[in-house]
């Protein structure tokens, strides 16, 4: 089914700090473009806007001679309200820690800014006294040291790494002391076949290692059969052959690796406009079951929040299935825009669930909007906006074959025992996650750490206390004992993904996170709203204050 689109003002580009949004009148006696054709254009043209405003808004943050930002991303609310995302370099370096997002309002004024961090900029020294060379030797060194332990509770440890270029020159200000780093890309390979791919920073002083963290996101889990059971698929024909291309989405299409771990794979299509017979004894069948779910990921970010695709420019994501041999995984890999399944054991249980793709290509969302830095506090809020639109994703599909819940990967049966991976009403029955906040939360692994944002997320939605949901039990406690009713999961989740597009930044920590879901409440309800004030209890619920 199609879905129509209100017809929006076109931005003008070049429109500055008191600038106004101006309807042009050629767009308006031009064809209707496709829907996401013109979401595309409309994203792109408000992208344009910021580009243009970078100049002048570095001056009017009164940001040094030697600082300028660079445009990532940018937004308009129907009432003309922009909020403009910039990355920032100093002296032509990338500034780690140095994006920011602008609100402005309707005429351009400045309504507030939101700093990854406030601490100012002012090397004296821009001459490292670690070559860059010398600098990637190192860090290489420093990973290889690792090889055959683990770095998390439920990562495989490393059996193979090799540098992936040269180190590079950055400030480093994340941790609001800004200094002359380098960025260094370490690949690899894990003991369980997923692909590593680290990003280390280092101080270009004394090569002290200041950050590391891994870019291959992935969901630990693995699977008993195909989940989605039968389901509508929209394909390509090319010739004689059906391929499982989705031009209506970006083009995005599914691939088969041939247990390789390389390369795009061989595009799936055959003589009939039928894939797959349910079992494992067709390959078809997790390409049915991937190809469904990044499908329905796109039509939920679109429907929910009129996001056309996952970087929101129209462009649709490669899923790769018959990832390696007895790959007991799945991840996501922003690198080659790409997702990846694994077959698990002996081959036989691919890891195709539809909260597996939807957490996945949320990490691909996340990297795009606020780039939540994957580690501490922040990577806990990475993981958990991943585990929340993948459960919304699965809410939103809602499967005869996999009626949706609260709780993650309950059909991979990870555990072995039937129990899901994760819960989102009472976190540490996992055995490992937090129910609420402390000073050590951001000590954990951030799957665990990412429990107290899952549990705010379910109390916000349905509250606390024991009840029935879609025949699921739950009983969800509260730190202070205090006991909410929720205002539903969709308006919970309108909010979080308002926060995280609008005014999280790459190192937003709880704290910050409880601000820009109050803030994201209060554009979207009002302030003095029941909303908002369910969002401040359920903070307060998991001892975030």
């Known amino acids: ?79 003309g309200t922009r909020h403009l995302r910039f990355e920032r370099t100093y002296a032509g370096l ?89 960025r260094t890309t370490v690949e690899g390979a894990r003991a369980d076949g997923t692909p590593s791919r680290q990003i280390l920073v280092t101080d270009a002083a004394d090569g002290r290692v200041l950050a590391t963290h891994e870019t291959i996101e992935t969901a630990s889990g693995t699977g008993n059969g195909i989940f989605v059971g039968q389901v509508p698929l929209t394909t390509t024909q090319s010739g004689s052959q059906y391929q499982l291309r989705d031009a209506s989405r970006g083009g995005q299409s599914t691939s088969d690796l041939n247990n390789g771990t390389d390369g795009t794979g061989s595009l799936f299509a055959n003589t009939s406009d039928s894939f797959g017979d349910g079992t494992v004894n067709s390959r078809e069948s997790a390409a049915v079951d991937a190809q469904f779910g990044a499908a329905t990921t796109w039509d939920f970010y679109k429907t929910t929040f009129g996001r056309s695709g996952i970087r929101n420019d129209g462009v649709g994501a490669l899923s790769r299935v018959h990832y390696g041999s007895n790959y007991v995984n799945a991840f996501w890999d922003d690198s080659c825009f790409c997702m990846s399944y694994g077959d698990g054991s002996n081959n036989t249980a691919p890891l195709t669930e539809i909260d597996v793709a939807g957490h996945e290509m949320s990490h691909g969302v996340t990297a795009a909007t606020a780039n939540l830095n994957y580690a501490g506090e922040s990577g806990g809020l990475n993981e958990a906006t991943s585990d929340i639109m993948g459960t919304m994703v699965e809410w939103y599909a809602n499967l005869p074959s996999n009626p949706p819940n609260y709780w993650i990967g309950e059909l991979i049966n990870l555990n072995g025992n039937g129990t899901p991976l994760r819960y989102m009403d009472q976190p540490s029955k996992d055995g490992g996650s937090a129910d609420y906040w402390d000073a050590n939360v951001g000590n954990l692994d951030v799957h665990y750490s990412s429990g107290v ?93």
Do not use: C
């Open 453 to 545: 944002a899952n549990h705010f997320f379910y109390l916000l939605s349905e509250g606390s206390g024991a009840k029935t949901i879609n025949g699921f039990s739950y009983n969800s406690p509260t730190y202070d004992n205090s006991t909410l009713a929720g205002i539903g999961r969709d308006k919970a989740a309108q909010i979080w993904y308002r926060a995280l597009t609008t005014y999280f930044t790459s190192t937003t920590d709880y704290a910050g996170a409880r601000a820009g879901t109050l803030s994201a409440a209060a554009d979207l309800y009002g302030s003095s709203s029941a909303e908002y004030n369910a969002v401040a209890a359920s903070w307060t619920a998991v001892n975030v204050n």
């Open 94 to 182: 990338p500034v780690i820690g140095g994006d920011l997002v602008v609100h402005q309002k309707a005429d351009g004024s400045v309504k507030a800014v939101d700093k990854a961090v406030a601490a100012r900029i002012a090397l004296s020294n821009l001459t490292p006294k670690i070559a860059a060379d010398q600098a990637a030797a190192q860090v290489t060194g420093t990973v290889k040291a690792t090889v055959g332990v683990a770095a998390d509770a439920d990562e495989s440890p490393l059996t193979e790494v090799r540098p992936a270029g040269q180190a590079e020159l950055v400030v480093w200000a994340s941790d609001g002391n800004p200094r002359l780093a380098y």
């Open 1 to 79: 089914m199609k879905r129509k689109l209100a017809a929006v003002a076109v931005l003008s580009a070049t429109a500055l700090l008191t600038g106004v949004i101006q309807v042009s009148t050629a767009a308006q006696a031009a064809p209707t473009p496709s829907l996401q054709a013109q979401a595309a254009q409309q994203h792109a043209t408000a992208l344009k806007l910021a580009a243009g405003q970078a100049g002048p808004l570095a001056k009017a943050l009164k940001l040094g001679d030697k600082e300028q930002l660079v445009a990532k991303d940018a937004a308009v609310d129907k009432d």
